[in-house]
């Protein structure tokens, strides 16, 4: 089965990606989906841009409700995120197996993320913000698994990890 | 489904190149709505 490799570097493009129009698409789309993400969990989202500032080729600027509590348990209930992911899924299928789908689908699974993974994988999430993301769709786009490294840690999360995940 | 909404918002993103929460709120909401839109003109010409 031939595969599709998909690498962000802290929302840098792909490198194979040719013309300078489809390098911002992909950023756009990719972060259409922190956006939208962001929007999904009641997130504020205060600002969203394609324009490169430092080493990112584009960022999402949300206020973060996922603080942890006493228990060093996320605010943000698994199960609300387990619902948004399943929803996904239909959506993925229905995009004739675009690549240009994979940057968005990358964005909302980094937030889905900070959510799912214990607490230590959180905090580092999100206060560091710097990431190495890749994914690897199947070309059928059954599949998709995407390996989060935040300096030092990896981890990876599947959509089943996400469905199974209990609150 | 919210792959259209977020097709919308990539592309107000492209148009835009920055857009503030509201901008992008409404994005997201004009999205949904071209969606039932969309929906809705399809059911109408199953009918006919």
Redesign the interface.
């Known amino acids: 089965m031939k595969k599709i490799k998909i690498q962000l570097v802290h929302l840098e493009t792909d490198q194979r990606q040719n013309s300078m129009g489809q390098k911002l698409q992909a950023i756009a789309y990719h972060e259409a989906g922190h956006a939208f993400a962001d929007w999904h969990f009641h997130f504020k989202v205060k600002k969203a841009t394609i324009v490169p500032k430092d080493d990112a080729a584009g960022y999402v600027e949300s206020k973060t409700a996922c603080i942890l509590d006493r228990s060093n348990t996320p605010t943000l209930p698994a199960h609300a995120l387990a619902a948004c992911t399943s929803e996904l899924f239909p959506c993925w299928r229905d995009t004739q197996h675009n690549v240009a789908f994979a940057p968005a689908v990358c964005g909302l699974f980094m937030l889905a993320a900070t959510v799912t993974k214990p607490p230590n994988y959180c905090l580092g999430f999100i206060q560091r913000r710097k990431y190495h993301t890749s994914g690897v769709i199947s070309k059928r786009m059954q599949k998709i698994s995407l390996r989060i490294r935040c300096t030092g840690e990896s981890f990876s999360i599947s959509p089943n990890h996400c469905l199974n995940t209990t609150p | 489904?919210?792959?259209?909404?977020?097709?919308h918002?990539?592309?107000s993103?492209?148009k835009h190149?920055?857009?503030?929460?509201e901008q992008?709120?409404a994005a997201?909401r004009e999205g949904y709505m071209l969606l039932t839109f969309k929906s809705a003109l399809k059911l109408d010409k199953t009918d006919q």
Request: charged fraction near 20%.
């Open positions: 489904m919210h792959w259209r909404v977020i097709q918002l990539a592309e993103l492209l190149d920055t857009m503030t929460g992008v709120e997201i």
